[in-house]
């Protein structure tokens, strides 16, 4: 499985950005897509995490209300829309696959994930 992120970029606060990550390499009947986040200094947070079925949705607190995540299941693509960007929000971010559909709870672990994006940077700055 080969995941390939894209839309990262600089962008004042309180602006918007878009990115997406598509999955190639594999049969994708069942899936969970997650992202996560790492800025300088700090470990790896969890984001948001879509699974392909759509039944769950699943945000960190942090971007709760300003970031949305959806998916597209033909072309095993899943997007993350975040809006009212913050300084605090610049980071590096990573998308992560498995295949098949976990707990809600599970959805936020790292370890859950066998493969992972090479990572886009976000920076939000004036």
């Known amino acids: 499985v080969q995941l390939q992120a894209s839309g990262g970029g600089l962008v004042q606060p309180g602006g918007s950005l878009r990115l997406s990550c598509e999955a190639s390499g594999g049969t994708f009947s069942s899936w969970t897509v997650a992202w996560f986040r790492q800025a300088p200094g700090k470990e790896r947070g969890f984001v948001a995490a879509v699974k392909r079925s759509g039944l769950s949705f699943v945000y960190a607190d942090a971007v709760k209300g300003r970031f949305t995540i959806s998916r597209d299941k033909v072309k095993n693509t899943v997007m993350l829309q975040m809006s009212s960007l913050e300084p605090e929000d610049t980071a590096v971010y990573f998308c992560?696959?498995?295949?098949?559909?976990?707990?809600?709870?599970?959805?936020?672990?790292?370890?859950?994930?066998?493969?992972w994006g090479q990572g886009t940077q976000v920076t939000v700055s004036s």
């Open positions: 992560a696959f498995r295949f098949g559909e976990v707990v809600v709870s599970a959805m936020r672990q790292e370890q859950q994930y066998g493969y």
